[in-house]
């Protein structure tokens, strides 16, 4: 399951985002804001059966936290491992291709 990790700066990269659809503060485009100003971003390309999730909402969000739950659950069960984020049988079996994105010239 895809994951955001992010460094305070996004949040400066927030505020200085103007609301886009609905009103909304779009976290793409300060993505795209931190990009532009040459800020170290990565992407990871995820793999076609991999799942993607909206989480714009609190209900989204909660089902994300479900389903990432449920996700855990079912490895640590099907490894017969405790249930130990820190255990690294629990990470991917195999490194996923990164790719630096870079501002457009």
């Excluded at 503060?25 to 793999?47: H, N, S, Y």
């Excluded at 209900?59 to 820190?86: C, F, I, Q």
């Amino acid at each position: 399951m895809p994951l955001y990790v992010f460094t305070e700066e996004i949040f400066n990269a927030l505020s200085e985002t103007e609301p886009g659809k609905n009103g909304e503060l779009q976290l793409t485009d300060a993505i795209q804001k931190l990009v532009t100003e040459g800020r170290p971003v990565i992407g990871v390309k995820l793999r076609t059966n991999e799942l993607r999730l909206d989480m714009g909402t609190p209900e989204t969000m909660v089902e994300a936290l479900r389903l990432s739950l449920g996700y855990v659950d079912a490895k640590a069960a099907k490894k017969s491992l405790p249930m130990n984020l820190d255990n690294p049988a629990l990470s991917a079996s195999e490194p996923k291709e990164t790719i630096p994105l870079r501002k457009e010239r």
